[in-house]
């Protein structure tokens, strides 16, 4: 099966600290995502990665870095966390660019006080 | 671009009735279409999905979706709902040719079965 792990489930931080959150993936899937799940919102891409080095961003980028310097992990970086980035985050990996199927980390709750 | 409309925010029914929630879509492309759902406190956990062929597609746990091309639609559904089956679902399409990182997801059914 596939797993995808993340590094926090719950993460309180403060305004203005920089904020790691991890993800790993052990399938070799090539690509990663990263999303932000609010109420109401559904799921929205922050970046995704196709290859080690590689990103893209997505539709919500601002306030947020990625890194991918292997191909398992995928970091997703708040350099400044703000109130307004308190959010369920959800990393998925896939494997190639057919049938689309993503699987999914069970989430980090993050609070920005 | 695509985009999902799930049409109902939430979803109160009682065990052993059945449930549908609707799901359509937009897309000016063939799409692959798929259904998620989380439970408290998890990730998303793949239910089932339509890539090509049948029409009726079977998941887990029972449930079933059914694309109609012509209304845009992919609601998914099931018989009996059980307690277990209180969860958050989403629907999601992604195009048939391109970057699967064009998935786009609907915003959610809050499904709530009560005893």
């Known amino acids: 099966d596939v797993k995808v792990t993340q590094s926090s489930r719950y993460l309180v931080k403060r305004t203005g600290e920089k904020v790691f959150l991890e993800c790993v993936q052990d399938?070799?899937?090539?690509?990663m995502f990263w999303y932000r799940q609010d109420p109401g919102l559904g799921l929205r891409l922050i970046y995704f990665s196709y290859d080690v080095k590689m990103k893209e961003k997505g539709d919500i980028p601002e306030g947020y870095s990625v890194s991918r310097e292997k191909k398992e992990r995928f970091s997703l970086i708040l350099e400044s966390a703000s109130t307004n980035q308190t959010s369920m985050y959800l990393c998925?990996?896939?494997?190639?660019?057919?049938?689309?199927?993503?699987?999914f980390g069970p989430g980090t709750r993050l609070t920005v006080l | 671009a695509q985009s999902v409309t799930q049409l109902d925010s939430q979803v109160p029914v009682f065990e052993e009735a059945p449930v549908e929630l609707r799901c359509n879509y937009s897309s000016s492309v063939s799409v692959y279409l798929f259904w998620y759902v989380q439970y408290p406190n998890q990730g998303l956990q793949l239910l089932l999905k339509?890539?090509?062929?049948?029409?009726l597609v079977k998941g887990i746990n029972g449930f079933e979706a059914e694309f109609n091309k012509s209304q845009t639609s992919f609601h998914l559904r099931k018989p009996s709902v059980h307690i277990s089956d209180t969860a958050e679902y989403f629907c999601a399409v992604t195009p048939l040719r391109g970057n699967n990182n064009d998935m786009r997801f609907g915003a959610g059914t809050r499904l709530t079965v009560k005893p």
């Open positions: 339509y890539l090509s062929g049948s029409t």
């Open positions: 998925a990996s896939s494997q190639g660019q057919w049938l689309g199927e993503q699987f």
């Open positions: 399938m070799d899937h090539e690509n």
